[in-house]
């Protein structure tokens, strides 16, 4: 099992819609989880980070944590073709305090 | 506003050539990371460093060496160049705790001849 997992896509949403990017983790002591957006030939930027479960709101941008699941998700609501990039999930293994990122969900938002 | 910069941004390099990769941040950071990204792999960890001098393997560090001599500089070296190394590498820094985030430096695209 990898340490962090997500579908590699690509999602397709129309302009205006809710995007949905999910992951998941295997180590259930992990405390933090970050959301980054990577556009084609760029480094990653960080769009959000949460520790606590629930979910955590900045903007169009919606994180949603499930410890128990093990499950960490991020809602982009309004979706524009700027949001068009790939996302990485990572998060920060209690073991061994290493970040692991998972491969990345590309998404692509259709005007 | 963190700052990582990386000493090129393309690379062209022939097999077996010794070829160095340098990281500069700006924000003080403890820890300071290489990653290499090809398509379909992810990000994966070669090297890190928690301190000045100190370094630690990540998942993949055959072929690659680090050095640390001053807390703002992180470099990458590739000892004798392949063309498996052919990649995108990235350095990041983060601060001390686990609930720092991992800043990122704009990425060196190396092509191995």
């Known amino acids: 099992q990898k340490e962090v997992e997500q579908n590699s896509g690509p999602l397709s949403v129309p302009e205006g819609a809710i995007a949905s990017l999910n992951c998941t983790y295997s180590d259930r002591g992990s405390q933090s989880f970050f959301w980054y957006r990577q556009y084609s030939g760029k480094s990653p930027e960080l769009i959000m980070f949460i520790y606590s479960n629930g979910d955590k709101e900045d903007g169009r941008f919606t994180a949603q944590l499930n410890k128990a699941s093990q499950y960490v998700s991020l809602l982009i609501r309004d979706s524009q073709p700027s949001d068009s990039a790939t996302y990485l999930c990572a998060v920060n293994m209690a073991r061994n305090n290493d970040m692991r990122f998972g491969a990345g969900t590309r998404l692509t938002v259709k005007p | 506003d963190v700052k990582v910069t990386q000493s090129s941004r393309y690379l062209v390099k022939r097999t077996g050539e010794k070829v160095f990769l340098e990281c500069v941040q700006d924000?003080?950071?403890?820890?300071m990371f290489w990653y290499r990204q090809d398509p379909g792999l992810g990000l994966r960890l070669i090297y890190f460093s928690y301190d000045v001098k100190m370094k630690e393997k990540g998942d993949i560090p055959e072929g690659y060496s680090v050095s640390r001599e001053k807390k703002e500089r992180f470099s990458l070296i590739l000892e004798s160049a392949s063309t498996n190394q052919t990649s995108m590498y990235l350095c990041?820094?983060?601060?001390?705790?686990?609930?720092?985030?991992?800043?990122f430096g704009p990425g060196t695209r190396l092509l191995v001849l």
């Open positions: 990041a820094s983060s601060g001390g705790g686990a609930w720092e985030t991992q800043y």
């Open positions: 924000m003080d950071h403890e820890n």
